[in-house]
């Protein structure tokens, strides 16, 4: 299994940032899929998950902010951030399945004046 982030970077807060996650090695379309992220220093936070059916579910604080999508045709899942707010900065991570697999180095997301 293969999952690869990338799309993170510094922004502004207010700004926004579209991440991707390259998915190989399972067959991505009946998996759930998912974001999760870590501050420094803290533990690892679910954010949200788009499932088989595309259903989508996310935490309270990004609610509104984000959205998540994915492409099956591509192996690819997405996380489309708006709003960006200080306390979003984190390394980002995407995971599989219902456990939450992770994989991939993470992308970082920074959000900063």
């Known amino acids: 299994v293969q999952l690869v982030q990338s799309g993170g970077g510094l922004v502004q807060p207010g700004g926004s940032l579209r991440l991707s996650c390259a998915a190989s090695g399972f067959p991505f379309s009946t998996h759930k899929m998912s974001w999760v992220r870590q501050a420094q220093g803290k533990g690892l936070e679910w954010v949200s998950d788009i499932n088989s059916d595309d259903s989508t579910d996310y935490r309270d604080f990004v609610k509104g902010r984000f959205t998540i999508s994915r492409d099956n045709t591509q192996n690819m899942v997405y996380l489309q951030m708006n709003s960006l707010k200080p306390e979003d900065t984190a390394v980002y991570y995407c995971?599989?399945?219902?456990?939450?697999?992770?994989g991939g180095q993470g992308t970082q997301v920074t959000v900063s004046s």
């Open positions: 995971a599989y399945g219902e456990a939450r697999v992770l």
